[in-house]
């Protein structure tokens, strides 16, 4: 198939050379942080965010600008054990008490994460994890990219936001789409949306 191409068939929209699940074309999906209180950080699990190969580096790099907003434990863990850990063959973000990433400070009841604020204020220019920036949708390997959306209860308040407000989860997460695939693929994943 021509890298060009957008095909559809009855599994998976083909766009270029990455099979998109159909559930995420027209899919609308805006966090709700007070209402979910960034679960996706907190999901109880044995695995945390996967990680690419190269944000390894990136993030010790940018650890010590992000370990003064952690609290003391995540601190000492990192200390201890470090940030990351190989699991059923994948570098993956190392979690407290199978539950919070080790990058989590809360702000009240919100989970949030220090990469991403060291990012927002100039101190890294590592946003965060590829896999975090596209949540909720993951992509899997294979014989090439699948773009999957997951489907997470604690989830549903971003569902209902995204529909009261008609965000689109490809415009929610324009930012990380094109991180991942590059600007000229989103343009062709919205000719898909209004195809």
């Known amino acids: 198939m021509s890298s060009g191409t957008i095909h559809v068939d009855k599994d998976f929209y083909h766009i270029e050379d990455v099979l998109v699940e159909p559930e995420i074309i027209g899919a609308m999906f805006a966090c709700d942080l007070p209402r979910c209180k960034g679960a996706c950080c907190t999901m109880e699990s044995e695995l945390g965010a996967p990680l690419l190969e190269p944000e390894i580096g990136a993030l010790e790099k940018a650890l010590p600008s992000v370990r003064e907003y952690l609290p003391r434990d995540s601190a000492r863990a990192l200390e201890e054990w470090g940030f990351w850990e190989p699991k059923g063959g994948v570098s993956r973000v190392r979690c407290l008490n199978r539950r919070d990433c080790v990058f989590v400070y ?59 407000e008609h965000i689109l989860l490809v415009d929610f997460c324009r930012d990380a789409l094109t991180r991942a695939f590059g600007e000229g693929w989103l343009s062709k994943m919205k000719k898909a949306l209004n195809g």
Not at 106 to 131: M, Q, T, W
Not at 133 to 147: A, D, E, N, Q
């Open 106 to 164: 809360y702000e009240g009841d919100i989970a949030r994460c220090g990469i991403e604020r060291a990012y927002r204020e100039g101190k890294i220019d590592f946003i965060k994890p590829l896999s975090c920036h596209l949540f909720p949708m993951r992509i899997f390997g294979g014989k090439g990219p699948v773009l999957r959306f997951e489907h997470y209860h604690e989830c549903g308040p971003a569902m209902i936001k995204g529909r009261k």
